[in-house]
């Protein structure tokens, strides 16, 4: 996006009926310069849906604007794994966020940190954990995920029994 006239470059989701909602967008120039962009697609209700780029020039052809490299993954932008922590009755994360314990797919279970993690971004939590397979804590605020110090009690990236396989958003 450079250039003294550019004008918006926006992303969208679409759904089979034609409706769309925008998740991402930047105006005006941006500099002669890559920028990353990042847009977690959340609140979905259905699984098939488009992904649309859109850009509009602004009032002269004195602009460019390109995209590049673009990569879609299956969890809110900026997950960082933290690792894997013991708990106790008095929770390190205090909220329990969903209990996804019914939908464990025991082959992959990326599936319930991937809807754990789109559960906590949409409720606007900064942390967030699996533990006991299936339960999704977590906390608003900064929190001492590791006062009960590490464990080694995690598996594919959740917990088991009192133990919480931590994650924190970074965007």
Partial sequence: MYGKTVGELSVYIKDDGGSRRKLWSKKGDQGNKWI???????NVSITDYQVEFEAIRGP???????????YFRETPCGVERLGCFNDRYKRALPDLIVNLRDK???????????ECACTAHEQGYKYFAVQFYGECWGSRDFIEYDKYGASDDCVSGVGKDFTNFVYKFTD
């Fill in 104 to 114: 464990i797919d025991w082959y992959d279970m990326q599936k319930t940190v991937r």
């Fill in 36 to 42: 990353s962009g990042a847009a977690t697609i959340s």
């Fill in 60 to 70: 002269s052809y004195h602009a460019d604007i390109a995209l590049d490299d673009i």
